[in-house]
């Protein structure tokens, strides 16, 4: 698998799967929170299945 996420991508993503994992322990504690692990294992790997099938690509090009 290609990368095919920039860092300002991968940046919102920890923040957003951080955000949505806090939900489980502070605030509402609603088990909904878990959803945040998406966002933060594809910000890890770099790769975001759905970009994939779509064709986006937010990671910058290599010069050759």
């Known amino acids: 698998m290609t990368k095919n ?3 300002a991508d991968r ?3 920890v923040i957003i799967g951080l955000v ?4 489980v322990f502070v605030g509402p504690q609603t088990p909904w929170g ?3 692990i998406i966002p933060l294992v594809t ?3 770099g790769v975001c299945p759905l970009y994939s ?3 986006i690509k937010t990671c910058p090009t290599k010069r050759s």
Do not use: H, K, Q, T
Not at 20 to 23: D, F, K, Q, R, W
């Open 43 to 45: 910000a890890a790997i």
């Open 11 to 13: 940046v919102i993503r």
């Open 5 to 7: 996420m920039g860092s």
């Open 34 to 36: 878990w959803i945040g």
């Open 53 to 55: 099938i779509i064709g």
């Open 20 to 23: 949505l994992l806090s939900l």
